[in-house]
Nanobody, 113 residues
Framework: QVQLVESGGGLVLPGGSLRLSCAAS????????MEWYRQRPGKEREKVAY????????NYAGSVNGRFTATRDNNRNLVFLQMNNLQPDDTGVYYC??????WGQGTQVTVSS
């Protein structure tokens, strides 16, 4: 079955960076786009990034465009979300999402001084 496991969250100062990882298994990885969502306190769940199966195309929510970058390593079935210039409003739980509406367990990102 599809399994997605995120890692890399943590506590970071405003202006700092984090790189999230998502290890995927149980499906033909290169055949599917992957997405990153986040759930911020008191706000609706939001898609922040999309990356296609080859990794050659990605797009982003306006709120993170220019700060976040999604990449993937198709040799290791990994997806990454590089997050730069993090701000307190980026605090939340970040999820990796794959085919068949599969979701990882989420990883907490906290941006605070």
């Amino acid at each position: 079955q599809v399994q997605l496991v995120e890692s890399g969250g943590g506590l970071v100062l405003p202006g700092g960076s984090l790189r999230l990882s998502c290890a995927a298994s149980g499906f033909p990885f290169t055949d599917y786009a992957m997405e990153w969502y986040r759930q911020r306190p008191g706000k609706e769940r939001e898609k922040v990034a999309y990356i296609n199966g080859s990794g050659g195309y990605a797009n982003y929510a306006g709120s993170v465009n220019g700060r976040f970058t999604a990449t993937r390593d198709n040799n290791r079935n990994l997806v990454f979300l590089q997050m730069n210039n993090l701000q307190p409003d980026d605090t939340g739980v970040y999820y990796c999402v794959g085919p068949y509406d599969s979701w990882g367990q989420g990883t907490q990102v906290t941006v605070s001084s």
